[in-house]
């Protein structure tokens, strides 16, 4: 992760997957260990967190896509044109 925050330089971190409770339960760690090896510039902005949605991200992602015609308009989904 240090190499990654090094090399992109992102705002922020997201662990999501099974990557999520590998995080919540080390944070102390992962932190302590970034600090350690990237680049004070790289490694003084990017906040690490945990995603939000947990194990259902790509469900709720895959449904989210299958009904983003009806939730764009709502009206005219489905109606062949």
Known sequence: MANLVN???????????????????????VRRRLDEMALPASREHVQLRA????RNAALIGA???????????????????
């Open 7 to 29: 090399v992109v330089n992102p705002d922020a971190v997201v662990f999501g997957g099974s990557l999520r409770e590998v995080y919540a339960a080390g944070a102390d760690t």
């Open 51 to 54: 995603a939000a949605l947990g």
């Open 63 to 81: 449904a989210e896509l299958a009904f983003d015609q009806l939730l764009a308009d709502p009206l005219n989904a489905g109606v062949a044109g």
